[in-house]
């Protein structure tokens, strides 16, 4: 495989939906905008598409690079592209952002057109059904009735796995790679406390920080901290940065003394610049919400009984965050229920976040399983 | 395995060449649930697919075979048999089958009481350490190398070979029944003399009372 074979340049395109969405939690949104890029190209029969859903801080830029951003690569470039595992050559792969996001899908950052100020704290609590539902209408949009594969990390394979549940008929595959059927309390507790950090901080306001001509930096910042610990094993930290210090000697003060200090507050930082803190919120709270048992007495066996789809199953051995006993709750659920699964647990150091990274044997299974799916479909 | 991530070094086997995979072949019917213990590069499930059209899967540890089951178009379960069946429920498999697996496994006892709370019946095959050809080797003076015994003494993964004899006094003191056996040698039935004449044994059995 050619790491650097590229899709190359690719552009942002929009779609605007004017029917109103209704949010699980009966919250009802007129119209909204979600922003997407496509490659490759959509056969005849449109049977060889590919939707990809992202995680908690990810958006559309999936692959490629833009025209007047050359170094803005797209977040699973590694993945995407031609000759690449998700094969642009045989796919049509859709990457978008997602509902409430703040990358240009509309969110809480966009203007109201009711009100002519930000959304900010009106904008509807979301969930990962309606996430599904308003990539469905841009499925439909673009003509897709049946994707070949629906593939997702983490909170995006959380949106995998319901697309299966929601439009049975609609997925031939599902992809559900570092994913989990729903959170545990654990999981629940650091995302509460990222919120936490936001919810406090005073620049806040309530989520109507738009207005104020302020950002919660401080608490964006800080929940971007600890999510970043979670996704990390300490194994991989322990390589990185070990009990490195900045500077020659201990300063017996609150500056940043050890390297692993300076790099968190550098990622803290970075995001918090980059990143909406109320969108930060609406995603944590998505995952949180995620479980598919709810309407059904807590079975997930009976959950997933509907669904008609083919499944691959991927996790890492030091994912902690979403550790290989909750992907293997998936294949079990789906094993009960007699669906088509395969699971591969890969060997890896680099704990959640290895998902996004290239790794020989999670490609080569990625590969295997896709290259098969592209013989389903007609060139 | 190596950076080059070429799939062109998985050669898919098309069709399985081995002797047992007939005789256990022609324990299945058609339609059944299969699940394949150990199942290595999924060749048996891909056989048993295509010519019963079983509903199949198989547990394997080894990351090259995970990548040639899904290659070969089977589902494949990345786990450690010994660890134990976890994943499965009861009584969820018509059967369940450990090719050329048996001898290997640490947990013996618990995989075969395993195997039949998990399927409805079991299937083993494995080398028959009795055959002449590995009596004359010990006589000799040196521990079998051969077509089914391909490992040197020091490098084997086989740390619990047995003889027909052997396996049968097992499932007697297992309350395993056992309700079918086929013993070849190459792909010729051994009736005479098996424990002798064989070089691979199959056996179908269940839940004894």
């Known amino acids: 495989m050619n790491t650097t074979n590229s899709i190359g340049i690719v552009r942002a395109q929009r779609a605007q939906f004017d029917t109103p969405l209704v949010f699980r939690s ?4 007129p119209r909204y905008e979600l922003v997407y890029e496509t490659y490759g190209k959509l056969n005849a029969d449109k049977s060889n598409a590919i939707l990809i859903c992202h995680a908690l801080s990810g958006h559309h830029h999936v692959a490629g690079v833009y025209a007047d951003e050359p170094k803005n690569v797209g977040w699973w470039d590694n993945m995407v592209g031609p000759g690449k595992p998700i094969d642009t050559d045989k796919f049509f792969v859709i ?127 800080l929940a971007r901290m600890l999510g970043h610990i979670t996704y990390l094993s300490d194994d991989a930290m322990a390589d990185k940065f070990g009990r490195e210090l900045r500077t020659e000697q201990l300063n017996y003060g ?48 009976k959950a997933f009984a509907r669904s008609k789809s083919d499944y691959l199953v991927v996790s890492f051995t030091t994912d902690w965050r979403f550790s290989p006993q909750r992907s293997r709750e998936i294949v079990q659920t789906l094993l009960h229920n007699r669906r088509n699964v395969s699971y591969a647990e890969i060997t890896s150091t680099h704990g959640h976040d290895s998902f996004l990274m290239e790794h020989p ?19 | 395995m190596s950076k080059d991530m070429n799939m062109g070094k998985y050669l898919v086997s098309s069709a399985a060449e081995r002797p047992d995979f007939a005789a256990i072949a022609a324990w299945i019917p058609n339609g059944a649930s299969v699940l394949d213990l150990g199942c290595g590069d999924g060749s048996l499930l891909r056989y048993l697919k295509e010519t019963r059209r079983v509903r199949g899967y198989g547990v394997e540890i080894n990351d090259v075979d995970i990548v040639m089951c899904i290659a070969n178009g089977v589902n494949v379960i990345q786990n450690d048999l010994e660890s134990g069946l976890s994943d499965f429920e009861d009584n969820s498999f018509d059967f369940v089958i450990l090719s050329q697996t048996l001898q290997a496994t640490r947990h013996t006892e618990a995989l075969v009481s395993e195997m039949l709370r998990v399927g409805r019946e079991g299937i083993v095959s494995f080398p028959n350490f009795g055959y002449w050809k590995n009596r004359l080797n010990i006589l000799r003076g040196h521990m079998p190398v051969s077509k089914e015994l391909p490992y040197q003494w ?56």
């Not at chain 1, 009966?26 to 949104?29: K, N, R, T």
């Not at chain 1, 995001?271 to 997930?300: I, S, V, W």
Request: hydrophobic share 40%; charged share 20%.
């Open chain 1, 26 to 29: 009966g919250a009802v949104l």
């Open chain 1, 95 to 221: 990457g978008l952002n997602n509902l409430g996001g703040c990358s240009g899908s509309t969110g809480p950052s966009s203007i109201a057109p009711e009100t002519g100020v930000p959304y900010g704290a009106s904008f509807p609590m979301i969930t990962v059904e309606d996430w599904v539902e308003s990539q469905a209408r841009l499925a439909d949009r673009l003509g897709i009735k049946q994707f070949a594969a629906v593939i997702g990390g983490s909170l995006g394979g959380m949106q995998a796995l319901q697309w299966s549940l929601a439009h049975p008929e609609r997925v031939r595959h599902v992809l559900a790679i570092a994913s989990a059927p729903r959170l545990t309390a654990q999981n629940i507790a650091f995302n509460d406390v990222a919120r936490n950090a936001i919810l406090t901080d005073p620049d806040f306001h309530g989520g109507d920080y738009y207005q104020h001509g302020v950002v919660p930096t401080r608490g964006l910042r």
């Open chain 1, 254 to 301: 609150y500056d940043v003394e050890f390297q692993i200090e300076s790099y968190l507050r550098y990622q803290g930082d970075k995001f918090a610049g980059l990143f909406d803190a109320n969108t930060y919120l609406l995603m944590t709270k998505a995952l949180d919400y995620f479980d598919p048992a709810h309407d059904f007495g807590g079975d997930m066996n």
């Open chain 1, 361 to 379: 044997h999670y490609f080569d299974v990625m590969r295997a399983y896709l290259d098969n799916v592209a013989s389903e479909v007609s060139r």
């Open chain 2, 154 to 209: 020091y490098d084997t993964p086989n740390v619990h070979l047995c003889t027909l004899q052997d396996f049968e006094m097992f499932c007697n003191r297992q309350r395993v029944a056992i309700l079918d056996r086929r013993v070849m040698t190459g792909e010729f039935e051994m009736k005479l003399l098996p424990n002798l004449l064989g070089s691979t044994a199959v056996y179908r059995f269940q839940r004894g009372l």
